[in-house]
């Protein structure tokens, strides 16, 4: 994420963001593509998650941002297993 400090306060330098975007909790911004899906976008111009609504978008990179600052919880207790035991 690029930064610059101009008087003592350091701000964002977004690079691919247009004029008037909504800044989501100083972090990402939101951009319709022109299929009808919403993508989050990072300051740094990283494509995070992609959704179909933009309040699921926001809410969707909000837990993935999350995610990657308290980390992943890990349970080692659970198992899953992709085979169908039985006659079908």
């Known amino acids: 994420m690029k930064k610059t400090t ?20 100083e972090a990402f911004w939101v951009r319709e593509q022109r299929w009808g899906t919403f993508v989050s976008v990072s300051a740094d111009d990283k494509d995070l998650v992609t959704a179909l609504t933009e309040d699921s978008c926001v809410s969707g990179t909000r837990f993935y941002l999350k995610g990657l600052q308290e980390g992943w919880p890990e ?6 297993s992709g085979t169908v035991g039985g006659k079908l």
């Open 6 to 25: 101009e008087d003592g306060v350091t701000k964002l330098q977004w690079v691919t963001k247009p004029e008037g975007a909504t800044v989501y909790d």
């Open 75 to 80: 349970d080692s207790t659970k198992t899953y």
